[in-house]
């Protein structure tokens, strides 16, 4: 039986991706063929495709973080799964394609009734948002966040889950999307007009505990400035990274995982020194 998927034929833009045809992957011992009903498409996808986000395989690959399934064949070893049953999971790379064979442990049973594609907008952006939290900030009911791309899949999900943990949050976001981030029950920043770190300090009069920032580079020694004594900035995404932006401007297509490590190592180190005890945290997925 033949099966589609996308490949990065090399690391690059959108003209990188390719659809191929091939022989459906068979599952191993301990696997299961799942036939793919969605596939979440991300900024992890686009770094990958890039070359510069740190899980990024050689070329070829294909990409997709992030589905949720129908088991369409069970591999010797494997139970408590049956065919037709919907799972999602989290492979990293490998989700655009009709169907893909997991280990039965990396699948989660998703309930029947729940819509595919809404299922899937929760696994990357709410097991990234839950991970920050309470492994990475370790929050505590009460205190006060700063959440920068509020209105966006992962900010999201850091305000609906901060809400269930009783915090007081705050939102950098576009007056576009200022509406959905206080039904979220944040307090929204206009980005686009205001400084947050002036703001934060108007508002809070000392600064927030934690501030979560996807942005990267000299942004997150801005957040800093937003903390109060004893805070932390969790870096994550770093969208400065893509080609054309910040750090990434005019570099070539190719596999650069480890570009910007020196300069995080900076930015941790000198955070560390200065006084004040306000710390920059990097998350990685499957390091927290």
Request: proline fraction near 7%; include cysteine.
């Amino acid at each position: 039986m033949k099966h589609t998927r996308v490949i990065v034929t090399h690391y690059g833009g959108p003209d990188a991706l390719q659809v191929v045809e091939e022989e459906c992957p068979e599952p191993k011992h301990g696997e299961v063929r799942v036939r793919v009903l969605v596939a979440g498409i991300g900024l992890p996808d686009i770094m990958a495709r890039q070359g510069i986000h740190p899980e990024t395989p050689r070329v070829p690959f294909t990409p997709g973080w992030d589905l949720v399934g129908e088991v369409d064949r069970l591999g010797e070893g494997v139970s408590r799964l049956e065919p037709g049953q919907r799972v999602a999971a989290l492979p990293i790379h490998g989700a655009y394609a009709q169907f893909v064979c997991l280990p039965q442990r990396e699948l989660v049973p998703v309930p029947s009734g729940v819509d595919a594609a809404e299922a899937v907008s929760l696994i990357l952006n709410y097991v990234t948002a839950y991970q920050m939290l309470y492994r990475s900030a370790q929050v505590r009911p009460g205190q006060r966040v700063l959440i920068h791309g509020a209105a966006g899949g992962v900010g999201s999900a850091l305000l609906q889950l901060g809400r269930l943990s009783t915090l007081q949050m705050y939102g950098t976001c576009s007056a576009r999307g200022a509406s959905a981030v206080s039904e979220l029950g944040a307090l929204p920043i206009d980005y686009q007009h205001q400084d947050f770190v002036q703001e934060i300090q108007r508002l809070t009069g000392e600064g927030v505990d934690v501030v979560f920032d996807p942005i990267g580079g000299a942004h997150m020694w801005h957040s800093r400035q937003a903390l109060r004594p004893s805070g932390r900035v969790v870096g994550y995404g770093n969208t400065t990274s893509l080609r054309g932006q910040g750090l990434a401007s005019g570099r070539p297509g190719r596999r650069n995982r480890l570009h910007v490590i020196p300069i995080y190592t900076l930015y941790i180190a000198g955070a560390s020194l200065l006084p004040g005890g306000r710390l920059v945290v990097l998350y990685g997925l499957r390091t927290s």
